[in-house]
């Protein structure tokens, strides 16, 4: 495991960006699994620039997405398509047919969790997954409790996770209660992660994922079986870090 620690959420941004745009230039064709939220909003501005700038092109790059709000169509506004078109795919050069995200509103919910499943196997796997994480510790909208073991399903959102989404909607009641997510499995099958924390409200989170026990009720400390994942942090959620762990993260840079 690799944990970077920068200044801010600027600096931790930018690590980001580059890091993934290198893996971008190394193997243009990559597949990428991408994340919504305000966490990774800076990193995609990197790109967004580094494509506009000519430095880097997306044509061939595949995406699939974490989760998507159960009951919410592909046009709602707060729903995560409309979120990925908005803040990144309509102002890069991706193929709008590679772009991948669960189907929010659909009726059989079981037969199009295994399709996307399938599309991800098809694609050849996910090369490199990006994720935030919650406060509780989830990963997607994989929610403490969730089995180490699933793929693409639905879930029950839990009320803080819902009550700090409800900052996307008009009101808490706006939120959806369920979500289609890619499970724990699916992000363990990725050739590597890559988590994106910053600020000090993550920082509990932060430090029982890396320094605790591996546990179904800390979904993120399942990272630590991962064979190459990434932490990129800004000083705020690092902040309970141990310095030991600290200072041999500044003897790594």
């Not at 709602?76 to 772009?99: A, G, K, N, V």
């Not at 059989?108 to 196997?121: A, F, K, P, Q």
């Not at 406060?135 to 699933?150: A, L, S, T, V, Y």
């Not at 819902?162 to 009101?171: C, D, E, I, L, W």
Request: net charge negative.
């Amino acid at each position: 495991m690799k944990i970077y620690i920068e200044k801010d959420y600027a600096a931790m941004s930018k690590r980001a960006a580059e890091w993934v745009e290198h893996a971008i230039r190394s193997n243009p064709q990559l597949v990428l699994g991408l994340a919504t939220g305000s966490t990774p909003l800076g990193m995609y501005r990197h790109w967004i620039q580094s494509v506009a700038a000519g430095t880097l092109s997306f044509k061939n790059i595949t995406s699939f997405n974490l989760d998507e709000y159960l009951g919410l169509s592909a046009a709602h506004p707060s729903s995560y398509r409309m979120f990925m078109e908005e803040q990144l795919f309509r102002q890069i050069d991706i193929d709008p047919s590679q772009t991948h995200v669960p189907n929010g509103d659909m009726e059989h919910t079981e037969d199009h969790c295994r399709e996307y499943d399938r599309l991800i196997e098809q694609a050849g796997g996910i090369d490199i997954q990006i994720l935030g994480i919650g406060e509780n510790g989830h990963i997607g909208f994989n929610e403490p409790g969730e089995d180490f073991g699933r793929l693409t399903h639905v879930v029950r959102l839990s009320d803080s996770t819902r009550r700090v989404n409800s900052r996307f909607f008009n009101t808490l009641k706006e939120v959806p209660t369920h979500a289609v997510t890619m499970g724990l499995k699916n992000i363990m099958n990725a050739r590597q992660v890559v988590v994106l924390a910053s600020g000090d409200k993550k920082s509990r989170a932060v430090e029982q994922a890396l320094l605790g026990k591996v546990t179904e009720h800390l979904p993120a400390s399942v990272l630590q079986l991962h064979p190459d994942c990434v932490f990129i942090l800004d000083e705020a959620a690092a902040c309970r870090l141990p310095d030991e762990v600290k200072h041999n993260v500044e003897m790594a840079r």
